[in-house]
């Protein structure tokens, strides 16, 4: 136990000498079944934005969306990190967290990978919840599910430029645009639903609102 121990002191260490950042926890867990997960680190950078530190052995592709999902489910927990920084550095740095800029500075692999997208996932967020009554969000391990009855939505965490959505709709009444919507019936995906959104600009997403409503209203 006491060799564990020091191999989270040693990762605490790094997160607070190599990037900057202002330590909070070790192993944070997030979610609250059984497709939640654990980050590995989570700290608070100078600029009082929260950061998200996966520690990987070589190389892995998919720490970028992993650790964009996490940053995702801290941008929609906002009550349980200020809970933790207020515990952690007090009661004026809780109440000062900006996180507008979360998405510039918010997720790192040990080794300096950075995404730029978490603003972006608030957005679609906010779409989604407020497209009708009823509507929930569940965080699943690979992508976050908003429900009616049923989930009618999965929002991909961003890849590179673009975040992806899946929607539940019949692809025969969704018209696939070139780089913008496709039917991916048949193809491995995490999330349920045949139609692909790909969103690259907010006005993507001003158009994709109508998609989200008849998806909801397909459940």
């Given at each position: 136990?006491?060799?564990?121990?020091?191999?989270?002191?040693?990762?605490?260490?790094?997160?607070?000498?190599?990037?900057?950042v202002?330590?909070?926890?070790s192993?944070?867990?997030?979610?609250?079944?059984?497709?939640?997960?654990r980050?590995?680190?989570?700290?608070?950078?100078e600029?009082?934005?929260?950061?998200v530190?996966?520690?990987?052995?070589?190389?892995?592709?998919?720490?970028?969306?992993?650790?964009?999902?996490y940053?995702?489910?801290?941008?929609?927990?906002?009550?349980?990190?200020?809970?933790?920084?207020?515990?952690?550095?007090?009661?004026m740095?809780?109440?000062?967290?900006?996180?507008?800029?979360?998405g510039?500075?918010?997720?790192?692999?040990?080794?300096?990978?950075?995404?730029?997208?978490?603003?972006?996932?608030?957005?679609?967020?906010?779409?989604?919840?407020?497209?009708?009554?009823?509507?929930?969000?569940?965080?699943?391990?690979?992508?976050?599910?908003y429900?009616?009855?049923?989930?009618?939505?999965?929002a991909?965490?961003?890849?590179?430029?673009?975040?992806l959505?899946?929607?539940?709709?019949?692809?025969?009444?969704?018209?696939?645009?070139?780089?913008?919507?496709?039917?991916?019936?048949?193809?491995g995906?995490?999330?349920?639903?045949?139609?692909?959104?790909?969103?690259?600009?907010?006005?993507?997403?001003?158009?994709?609102?109508?998609?989200?409503?008849?998806?909801?209203a397909?459940v």
């Amino acid at each position: 136990m006491g060799r564990i121990s020091r191999v989270l002191r040693g990762r605490d260490l790094c997160v607070e000498t190599m990037l900057g950042v202002s330590f909070l926890a070790s192993e944070y867990v997030v979610g609250c079944d059984g497709d939640g997960g654990r980050i590995d680190s989570l700290g608070i950078d100078e600029n009082g934005s929260p950061v998200v530190v996966e520690h990987k052995r070589g190389t892995d592709s998919g720490v970028i969306n992993q650790g964009l999902s996490y940053m995702s489910w801290l941008v929609a927990h906002r009550d349980a990190f200020r809970t933790l920084v207020r515990e952690r550095l007090g009661a004026m740095v809780a109440c000062q967290i900006p996180w507008s800029a979360a998405g510039q500075r918010g997720v790192r692999q040990q080794g300096g990978a950075l995404a730029e997208l978490a603003e972006a996932v608030q957005a679609v967020d906010e779409a989604l919840l407020g497209v009708g009554d009823g509507v929930t969000r569940v965080q699943r391990k690979q992508y976050v599910a908003y429900q009616r009855l049923y989930d009618f939505a999965c929002a991909i965490p961003p890849r590179q430029t673009k975040l992806l959505v899946y929607l539940k709709a019949n692809p025969k009444t969704v018209d696939l645009i070139p780089g913008y919507t496709r039917n991916v019936t048949g193809l491995g995906h995490h999330g349920t639903g045949n139609p692909e959104v790909q969103l690259r600009t907010e006005r993507d997403l001003v158009r994709a609102r109508d998609l989200f409503r008849l998806s909801y209203a397909a459940v």
